[in-house]
């Protein structure tokens, strides 16, 4: 028996772009630059000075009866991002949306901002806040969507750093066609623009202290963003039922792990989900219309990533469209691979493929056309989107136009 | 600076400076990408310089070459 096939009914985001989809696709069909000077709770002499920051969000706007006590940044920005999506699909005044319904979060940290404050206030001989563990947890956005839309089947996090929200929809995407569930609200979320986070990432070298620059020459290193993005999954079987709006189909998922170094990016593991991806499609490479790249703009990244796609795609390679939109959104690390799906989705719909900006010359180790600097009107039957993680996580997806 | 500079590498990079010139391979030092990072950061300490890696820094293969980036850096970064 072939597996049940699984459709996108509804997209939701939060990014540097603002509130909602239409303002991350403007931004990324338009390449407005989402580098922008950052505010942090505290300056502890950051040298790196601007980020992706998402809008500030006030979950109370929202949800007039709970405390926002309650919720880290990280959850606030998954539940905007879910509301929007849920209402995409046309389920917002649904009522309770059972135990056929998971909810499926990817995010790399979690509420980072509520566990340095916390440190913060034991360094300082004060009690910590009494929320924090809940706060804290790292399934609390998990916990507080299900909530919110009385979601009483499975309910989990999957934190593989950069990959973690593509793994979200991987995994979600499985448990539908296996039968566990019918529907997933599946969220990437990350909100690491905190001071420490900043720190932190200052110390690993690969953040660009001017530009990100996605497979150009002169390169230095990524931007970092925060920001979450939300996709309800549903089987096609469901969403016909229900005669709901398609706006995508998940078609395949592919994802492995190098085993081999921390931090140094590996070509064999990053081909090999983009193959399993294809596989598990039940496509040819050369079906593909256009790439999502993971693109961070560091030096390692963009070379490993292009020799990984000349080996899927041959001496097709150069005539893909190959493009990062990450300098637009920033990497948003457990949150990219939502927001990366939704920007695809869009491309699709649109039959628009959004450029690299940024970019400056050619380097002869990015061999792919990376659409520099203009977006590109093109029909995109099949995409497929990339998201490797520090420490060798690697996963593909591949979706198809609606119709 | 050239003796801060190595003094900086030699520890971070935990490396025995003796007997090292500047056509010393940083392969032969076994000087990896971890201790690129290491290095970086006792630089921005001492000399409150941000260096990220790019591609000057990935195509330096000996000690001579690195100092060479390093120094570059430092000084643009004290003009600007």
Same mark, same amino acid.
Request: aromatic share 2%; net charge negative.
């Given at each position: 028996m072939s597996p049940r096939e699984v459709v996108v009914t509804g997209i939701g985001a939060v990014t540097v772009a603002g509130l909602g989809v239409d303002a991350l696709w403007k931004a990324a069909s338009g390449g407005v630059s989402g580098a922008n000077p950052m505010v942090l709770?505290?300056?502890? #002499? =950051?040298? /790196?000075? $601007?980020a992706a920051q998402a809008p500030d969000v006030d979950i109370a706007d929202y949800?007039?009866?709970?405390? +926002? !006590?309650?919720?880290?940044r990280v959850t606030a920005l998954a539940l905007v991002a879910a509301m929007e999506a849920v209402k995409d699909a046309g389920l917002?005044?649904? #009522?309770p949306l059972g135990k056929r319904t998971a909810v499926v979060v990817g995010t790399g940290i979690g509420s980072l901002g509520t566990i340095e404050e916390a440190a913060y206030n034991l360094i300082q001989g004060r009690r910590p806040d009494p929320l924090s563990v809940p706060r804290a947890m790292t399934s609390a956005a998990a916990s507080h969507i299900g909530m919110a839309y009385g979601c009483t089947g499975p309910s989990f996090v999957i934190s593989s750093a950069c990959a973690s929200s593509a793994q979200a929809l991987g995994i979600a995407f499985q448990m539908l066609r296996a039968g566990m569930c019918d529907r997933a609200i599946v969220t990437g979320a990350e909100a690491i623009i905190t001071t420490g986070g900043m720190k932190g990432w200052e110390a690993m070298r690969?953040?660009? +202290?001017d530009l990100c620059r996605p497979f150009s020459k002169g390169r230095n290193g990524l931007l970092l963003g925060e920001g979450s993005a939300v996709l309800v999954l549903e089987t096609a079987e469901l969403a016909r039922a229900r005669g709901a709006r398609v706006r995508a189909k998940l078609l395949g998922y592919g994802t492995t792990s190098? !085993?081999?170094?921390?931090l140094r990016p590996d070509v064999d593991g990053a081909s090999e989900a983009m193959a399993l991806a294809l596989e598990d499609a039940g496509i &040819? !490479? #050369?079906? /593909?219309?256009y790439v999502n790249a993971h #693109?961070? &703009?560091?030096l390692l990244n963009d070379a490993t990533e292009s020799e990984a796609l000349g080996r899927i795609f041959g001496n097709r390679l150069g005539s893909v469209p190959v493009t990062s939109t990450k300098p637009i $959104?920033? $990497?948003?690390?457990? &949150?990219a691979g939502a927001i990366e799906a939704i920007v695809t989705i869009r491309a699709m719909e649109e039959g628009r493929v959004p450029p690299t900006i940024n970019f400056l010359a050619p380097d002869p =180790?990015? +061999?792919?056309?990376?659409? +520099?600097n203009e977006g590109r009107s093109q029909s995109i039957g099949l995409a497929m989107s990339n998201s490797f993680a520090f420490g060798g996580i690697n996963a593909a997806l591949v979706f198809g136009r609606a119709a | 600076m050239t003796r801060d500079l190595i003094e900086v590498i030699a520890k971070e990079g935990m490396v025995?400076?003796?007997?090292?010139?500047?056509?010393?391979?940083l392969a032969s030092l076994n000087i990896a990408s971890v201790d690129y990072m290491m290095i970086l950061a006792a630089i921005e300490e001492k000399f409150s310089v941000y260096i990220p890696m790019d591609e000057s820094l990935a195509e330096v293969k000996d000690v001579g070459g690195l100092l060479g980036v390093l120094k570059q850096r430092i000084l643009a970064e004290k003009k600007a």
């Open positions: 709770p505290r300056d502890l #002499g =950051n040298v /790196i000075k $601007h949800l007039p009866d709970t405390k +926002p !006590a309650y919720f880290d917002a005044d649904a #009522g690969v953040l660009s +202290p190098d !085993a081999k170094d921390m &040819a !490479a #050369g079906d /593909i219309d #693109g961070t &703009a560091t $959104h920033g $990497h948003t690390l457990g &949150a =180790n990015c +061999p792919v056309d990376c659409v +520099p | 025995d400076m003796a007997g090292v010139g500047p056509d010393t391979t």
